[in-house]
């Protein structure tokens, strides 16, 4: 008998607070992680991410896509029947992060010791690889 | 004797990128929602933080304000000596965080149903209001 899967009730939001709206989705030391991955460096599949030098432990990795995908930042295709593997595509909510990512970038660059500070023409780039991205399909 | 306190030892940041740098610092459900409490609407004192919508647990709001301080994106002033009462103030690197927020509020409302949506008018009354409260000191 196929297993059923046991309907999950979506947690209430905390507020109507729009930052704590995204907070409920967003926020954690990881989510966003994999969404640079996707917004800034094109990353599509698995193995890219778990590449990271950030080294995300791979259940972590692989909570972080379902959620996403259940969440419509993401959606997944099948790209190889055997073994089946998918790749990650960006949807447009999700692709609509480069606002919040960029704003990160800033701030990280400019208040943490360590942290490299990408070139306004890099990021340029970035926005304009992503666009060409999301109008290809 | 007076109890030493155990050095802690920064952790090493997961990498240069200033994505994971940030997250390191603000990567969780509820640091960003103190944050807001003081860059949005001007909360300086414990008992308006616990009163804001979220109802933050007095245990992790206590927390967050000691790692605030200590990663220097608040301080604290005593304003009241018995019993001892303290006031928060955003140091300009947490002040810094307005554009991320406003990211999130713009990113949040456009994508999360049920969530709040404040006019672009609201959000330049907040940016003069923080910017009154920085000058001010």
Redesign the interface.
């Known amino acids: 008998m196929p297993r059923r899967e046991t309907p999950r009730r979506k947690p209430a939001?905390?507020?109507?607070?729009?930052?704590?709206?995204?907070?409920?989705?967003l926020?954690?030391?990881?989510t966003?992680?994999v969404l640079?991955d996707m917004i800034?460096f094109g990353k599509q599949r698995y193995n890219q991410f778990a590449e990271?030098?950030?080294?995300i432990a791979s259940n972590i990795l692989t909570d972080r896509l379902q959620r996403l995908e259940k969440q419509g930042l993401i959606v997944s295709r099948k790209y190889q029947d055997h073994p089946p593997r998918h790749e990650y595509h960006l949807t447009r909510?999700g692709a609509?992060?480069l606002?919040?990512?960029?704003?990160?970038?800033?701030?990280?660059?400019?208040?943490?010791a360590?942290?490299?500070?990408?070139t306004p023409a890099m990021m340029r780039k970035v926005k304009r690889d992503l666009n060409k991205r999301m109008a290809g399909g």
Do not use: M
């Open positions: 939001p905390r507020s109507p607070c729009p930052v704590a709206c995204s907070l409920d989705l926020g954690d030391k990881w966003l992680l640079r800034l990271s030098p950030e080294r909510a609509d992060l606002p919040v990512l960029k704003e990160l970038v800033i701030w990280g660059g400019k208040h943490i360590g942290s490299f500070q990408p």
